[in-house]
């Protein structure tokens, strides 16, 4: 396969955008920072350069993409926005929000890219240099985050380097992501619908619609919302014991708060999401600490309870499914 090439990297200054933007002209696969996490860019019109993507991921081929575009106008081009989505995209963009909206006709962005669905997910991302890309490009850009499929998403580019070194021919480094957690997903076809927790709460965006949002089914036989939500897609290699009151031998420990746990002392590694218990903080550093504790031979990472509130239902959410049995995709 096609999958191998030399990775460049680069700081995300001086002409940065406009090289990250040749490379996407031309076909290639970009990672770049947004403002929730790395993504791994390809141009959203190029069929080839999104097979290339989903070969380098390891993404199974039915998971559709999020097209980043730089402001809404370029994404009325790619969707149809009813009056919720309409309200959503004037309060939350550009910012981590991203919209499942039915495909508008003409969509340019490759069949491929939205696994054959009538709908397609689109954000507008507030990073300065996503933004610079994106302006840079003139055109939609596809964006998985840019971890191998079924790891943790990328904060840093150092993750990107270690999971798609030799495999992406560009990483433009930016820096560690401001939010460090995936962007918040709400579907606009008929009912807004809570598709994936992440950077903005429930509550905002209940509060900006003036209604509450939908939640997809979730019994026995119900479709994944969005399709990329298997249950163990945040999977470290380690497991993970959650709303752990203590630590067991051999196990390394995911702190929140100021108060450790019992047999802290005896865990083969310690990192703290938030010593002061913020969750904001704790967002940002979720990905990186599961990554640095994930080291081979550990019993297990023993994780402190984080609150079910706020940022917490996503943080939750996402240890949840680092925890899950692992699937085979
Ligand atoms: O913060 C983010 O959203 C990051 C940055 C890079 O923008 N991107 C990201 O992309 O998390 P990814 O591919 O890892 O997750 C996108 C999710 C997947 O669960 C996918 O199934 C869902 O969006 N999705 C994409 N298109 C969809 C659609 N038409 N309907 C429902 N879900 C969709
Ligand atoms: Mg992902």
Known sequence: MMNKAETRLIKANGDAAETAAACLKAGGLVAFPTETVYGLGADAANGKAIARLYVAK???SFNPL??????????????????????????????PLTLVVPKAPGCPVAALATAGLDTIAVRVPDSPVAQAILKAFGGAIVAPSANRSGHVSPTIAAHVAADLGG???LIVDGGATRVGL??????????????????????????????RLAT??????????????LASHYAPKAR???????????????AFGPQPPAGANRAVATLNLSAKGDLVEAAANLFAHLRALDRPGIAGIAVMPIPHEGLGVAINDRLARAAAPRDTT
């Open 167 to 169: 495999t992406v021919d």
């Open 182 to 211: 995936e962007s918040t997903i709400v579907g606009c076809v008929g009912t807004p619908t809570l598709l994936r927790s992440g950077a903005v709460t429930r509550e905002a965006i209940e509060q900006v619609l003036g209604q």
């Open 58 to 60: 390891g993404r199974p």
């Open 216 to 229: 997809p089914g979730t019994g026995p036989g119900a479709a994944p919302a969005a399709p990329g939500m």
């Open 240 to 254: 993970l014991r959650r709303d752990a009151g203590d630590v067991r031998p051999g196990e390394a420990l995911l």
């Open 66 to 95: 999020i097209a980043h575009v730089p402001n809404l106008a370029a994404a009325q081009r790619l969707g149809a926005f009813d009056a919720a989505a309409e309200i959503l995209a004037a309060a939350f963009w550009p910012g």
